[in-house]
């Protein structure tokens, strides 16, 4: 059945990061997939995380870094980057934040994510 979704959900993140789901288990009840966007500011960092999911990242403004097992990547403007499930990662933003679409394959949930502590 074809759904039309009246806006997102925002969800609650420490740092001042600012997820709105649009698609995933708490906007949409998906759980094989989300899709939401975000906005961080500059200077935000998150643990280190392992999750149970692949995360595809698309940034739209400023630059998101990624810490990961072969090094540091950051990721422009118009860039992508895929962090595949079960690989430890650690997300931040430097002097200009960052503003970013991530789709979760399956959907993002905060008990697959596995943030340290």
């Known amino acids: 059945m074809v759904r039309i979704l009246e806006g997102?959900?925002?969800i609650p993140v420490p740092g001042g990061k600012v997820i709105a789901e649009h698609i995933g288990r708490v906007n949409?009840?998906?759980e094989a997939i989300s899709i939401a966007h975000m906005?961080?500011?500059a200077g935000w960092e998150e643990p280190a995380q392992t999750p149970l999911f692949t995360e595809y990242t698309v940034v739209?403004?400023?630059a998101v870094i990624v810490e990961h097992a072969g090094g540091t990547s950051t990721v422009k403007a118009g860039q992508s980057i895929v962090t595949p499930a079960g690989e430890k990662v650690r997300y931040s933003t430097g002097?200009?934040?960052a503003e970013y679409i991530a789709v979760c394959l399956p959907a993002?949930?905060?008990?697959t994510v596995n943030?340290?502590?």
Do not use: I, Y
Request: glycine share 14%.
């Open 115 to 117: 943030r340290d502590e």
């Open 108 to 111: 993002f949930s905060p008990d």
């Open 95 to 97: 002097d200009e934040g």
């Open 8 to 10: 997102a959900t925002r």
């Open 60 to 62: 739209l403004k400023g």
């Open 39 to 41: 906005v961080a500011p």
């Open 28 to 30: 949409s009840g998906d």
